[in-house]
Structures are given as structure tokens and as C-alpha cells.
């Protein structure tokens, strides 16, 4: 167990819709990342989050948004929903992006099924 | 461009056998970050092993080391007297210091495709 937390484990939902995936990272940790786990593009990094603030983008679409609370829980909402958004979302924690001994620690994962 | 190529898309091997997994990168930094996590069949992704690009030296922990040369751009990955509980899919990716000299760090990870190792009994 990474310590890192995401809900849903699971979500089906249908084209055009709009998601919220939750993820807490560990404890102590000011860093999160999301990333996307899809048979065509392999793992690919979205959107990294420090205490907060935005610090980083990858390859996010613009209908996917995110933002990390003051409690450092962060939040990845996708909307208007396509079949090819159908994948596995990661969310991983650090301590410090800054540091040269820092490691990215993955959640569970949500697995989003668009039908 | 990060790049990370795992040329092995699948490897299936006989429990107690050793086996290597293969990792080239590409990266135009000279201060790097390289991993190796597992995915299991149950989904998630389990952190293994950090090397910094100025820490060339190999790794061994238990049944598994790692090969680390800055000079073919490799990490390779072996993991000795294979067991079943081995199988999995394992991943090798590379993050680069986006930061000034001052300031090391690493923010996001490339990932190679993976290789599908599968231990038969």
C-alpha cells in the first residue's frame, strides 16, 4: 500500500458526461500528479499540482480540468465524455518536486469506463 | 525529447530462471532521474528503484539488481531465480531536472511501454 488514496476505484458513465476522480495523497506529501493509463498511448502524464498551485502540464485535454485543495486533496474532472477517454487514472504523491531524492508513489488507480 | 524504449513487449520464462528487462532512453539532460515500477495484474504501479544520472552505480536488492550505464543510454533490469509472484508488467521511465543547476528536482515521469513478464510454474 503506497499510502496514496483515489475514489472511485471503478466508474462507468456514458458519452457527453462529466467525472470527478478524488485522489489524498500520503501523508506529508505537497506534490501530485495524474496521469492516463490507455491501451494506444501507454502511461502519459497530465497535470502536476504543488502545494496548490498548478506546476506542471502534460498532454491534457482541454475538457479535463484539476486542482488540488488546501487540504491537498486534488481533484481531476473530465467532461463531455468520449469513448477514447475510457482509461486508467493514476494519481501519484510526492514530498518535494524539487528535491533530488524525490519519488513519485502511485495510487490505486480509477478505472473509467465511457460507453 | 524524453524518450524511454522498452523493446521487449513480452517475455515468458520458467520459474527460477533469470531474467533481463530491457530499458534505453534518451534524454538531452545531463542530469536525469530513471525508475523501474511493476504493475501487477490486480492494476497498480509499485515503485522499485530510483537512479540519479550521476549515480552510476548498479543496485541489487534481494532477487532483483539493476545495470545502470550512461554510456548506452541503458537501465536494464534482472531479476534472478524468477517466481511467479514475478509476474507482472514492468515499466521503466525517466524524468529530467527541468530546474536550473541550483535547484535539483524532477517532475514528470516517461514511461516506456512496458514489458509483460509472465513466470510459469
Known amino acids: 500500500d503506497s499510502g496514496v488514496t483515489q475514489t472511485p476505484k471503478h466508474l462507468i458513465t456514458a458519452t457527453g458526461q462529466r467525472v470527478t476522480l478524488r485522489c489524498s495523497p500520503r501523508?506529508?506529501?505537497?506534490?501530485v500528479y495524474w496521469y492516463q493509463q490507455s491501451l494506444d498511448q501507454g502511461l502519459q502524464f497530465l497535470i502536476h499540482?504543488?502545494?496548490?498551485?498548478?506546476?506542471a502540464k502534460g498532454n491534457i485535454l482541454e475538457r479535463f480540468s484539476a486542482q488540488q485543495f488546501p487540504d491537498l486533496h486534488s481533484e481531476l474532472n473530465l467532461s463531455s465524455l468520449e469513448l477514447g477517454d475510457s482509461a486508467l487514472y493514476f494519481c501519484?504523491?510526492?514530498?518535494?518536486?524539487?528535491?533530488?531524492?524525490?519519488?513519485?508513489?502511485f495510487g490505486p488507480g480509477t478505472r473509467l469506463t465511457v460507453l | 525529447a524524453q524518450k524511454v524504449t522498452q523493446a521487449q513487449t513480452e517475455i515468458s520464462v520458467v520459474e527460477k530462471e533469470d531474467v533481463t528487462l530491457d530499458c534505453v532512453y534518451e534524454t538531452r539532460d545531463t542530469t536525469y532521474y530513471l525508475f523501474w515500477y511493476k504493475q501487477p495484474p490486480s492494476g497498480e504501479l509499485v515503485f522499485l528503484i530510483r537512479r540519479n544520472s550521476f549515480d552510476e552505480q548498479n543496485e541489487i536488492s534481494g532477487r532483483y539488481s539493476w545495470n545502470f550505464q550512461k554510456s548506452t543510454s541503458s537501465f536494464n533490469f534482472t531479476i534472478t531465480a524468477s517466481q511467479v509472484v514475478d509476474s507482472a508488467v514492468y515499466f521503466c521511465a525517466l524524468s529530467e531536472n527541468p530546474l536550473p543547476l541550483l535547484i535539483q528536482g524532477a517532475q514528470k515521469l516517461v514511461f516506456g511501454q512496458g514489458t509483460r513478464l509472465t513466470i510459469n510454474p
Open positions: 501523508s506529508g506529501d505537497l506534490s
Open positions: 501519484a504523491s510526492s514530498v518535494d518536486w524539487t528535491a533530488s531524492t524525490d519519488t513519485q508513489y
Open positions: 499540482y504543488y502545494n496548490g498551485e498548478e506546476r
